[in-house]
């Protein structure tokens, strides 16, 4: 597909915009170059004139307004040179121009003049408008003035120009895919649906997490449908100007009814279409809300022909959007573009590392595997990183180690080997990894624990412990959440065990623990004291009080019930790390000083070690 801009503007705005050019030059070329069009005059002070006269050196003077041209006495044949000066209020003048006998006479007005004055009156306006038209292009970008603010700026697809982008091209996101494939059948044989009375749908939503592939299914299925396309970004509607949302809104319809049946996509839908309750503390914004109101009327308004434009839109945030949108006759289809599951994200992996050249050891199972919550765009980027590392270790091929390496350095940032810990550090570091990799290893919830390493990486990691899960989990259960909080307080449970004191290392750990408490608590109500309540706010932001209040109001003794409970949680997962620390204290030992010995620990090596870990019995788990 190929991106076409907008017809370009009329041919008589280029006259115009000539003619505009040609006069400012030449209002400037009269300002600046006074003499451009006649003679050159030299000009000479008023004091001199007076002085030539009674010199007696003038023969005649002819004296206007703004200036005085005068010739002084020829030698012999030649006639004088003519001089210029600028008058001043002098009385006396005529006077003394006949005195000396000077031939004198007052300028006729000038038989330019009347040019002058209409140019006074016509340029300035021009200007403004020169002015006006210049941000107005700047604001709207691409070949389109002040004439058409109200333009919409859609990009239109058109097919066969380049590579086509089709549901082939997308994977993992099996469902939506069906819903659209019915989107295209509708597109392409309206008839089929009609005849038995259906209504063919107007709007279809897109609704997922950023980097899931929403933009690209709706290139998919214009490439599919075959039919003309009209792309624009919600926040192109939205502008300096009140009123030019609405005016492109507008035209956008128009356009697209004119070339039906075709497909109109807005991306990033919220950009526009947030709910009109929720304008917080600062008020509405009117021109939001126009444009909305239009996109709303103009939905509704191509009911009535049997005109089969369809619109699809895409949003991350379809909690925000106002519910007028989601009505039926307007976006009444909603398709979750959802985070693949294992095999969509071993779909994925394949349709990008397609050009790319695969080594033979390479297991994109395996990295499906290691990947879950990666969206579509960052395992693209995942395929991306591995070739950029092959080819950096000058490999013919991608290799497995490539899209490992690629993996951790897309979850725990580059290794950063020139920050240098002294000894006395890398061994803290080193019993707080173990100590995450041990509790881990005892708890279930948070996946096989995959490399210990001491390796400085990323912004902050000074050691990390790269756990991952076995499968894709949807749910999990209140002993698998105090599992993953104890294997997080696992590294300062370490570091109190072996050094009796803390460093400031873990507090992105408190950070995490504290949070996924907090919401056992708020969220998913498994506290016992506080009941199956929902405390929390955050999910449901359509609901809230637009102050960035994300709790629900609660009286003092409940805010300081879920503090209790929080606090519960967190130091009870604690207590069980540094039990499980303690009973298995000499493999501490052994672990840390093989990992300062290697700085990793991995593979079947770090699998041995961890299956000696002994649980500890459930009893000291209850406080
Ligand atoms: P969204 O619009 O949902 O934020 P995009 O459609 O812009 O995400 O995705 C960005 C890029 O990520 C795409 O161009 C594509 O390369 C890749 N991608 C995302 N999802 C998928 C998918 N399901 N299948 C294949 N590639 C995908
Ligand atoms: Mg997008
Ligand atoms: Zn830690």
Known sequence: MAIKDQPQPPRFRQISNVLLLLSSLFLLANIFLPNLFGPQIPQVPYSLFVHQIQEQDVVRASVGQNEIRYQLKGEGDKPGQVLSTTPIFDLDLPKLLQE???EFAATPPSKNGWIGSVLSWVIPPLIFVAIFQFFMNRGGGGPQGALSIGKSK???YVEGESAKITFADVAGVEEAKTELVEVVEFLKTPDKFTAIGARIPKGVLLVGPPGTGKTLLAKAVAGEAGVPFFSISGSEFVELFVGVGSARVRDLFEQAKKQAPCI?????????GKSRSTGGMYGGNDEREQTLNQLLTEMDGFAAGNTTVIVLAATNRPESLDAALLRPGRFDRQVLVDRPDLSGREAILNIHSQTVKLGPDIDLKAIATRTPGFSG??????VNEAALLAARNKRL???QEDFLEAFERVVAGLEKKSRVLNEKEKKIVAYHEVGHAMVGAAMTGGGEVAKISIIPRGMAALGYTLQVPTEDRFLLDESELR???????????????????ITTGASNDLQKATDLAERMVTTYGMSKVLGPLAYD???QSFLGDGMGNARRAVSAQTAEAIDQEVKEIVETAHKQALDILKENRELLETITSKLLETEVIEGEKLHDFLTQVKPVDKVSAVV
């Open 264 to 272: 109109i996509f807005i991306d990033e839908l919220d950009a526009i």
């Open 537 to 539: 706010r955050s999910q």
């Open 397 to 399: 091929a991608v290799a």
């Open 483 to 501: 599992g993953q909080i104890a294997t997080l307080l696992g590294g300062r449970s370490a570091e109190e065990v072996v050094f009796g004191s």
């Open 100 to 102: 000396k006998g000077v």
């Open 377 to 382: 765009a960052d395992l693209a980027n995942l």
């Open 154 to 156: 859609a990009k239109v």
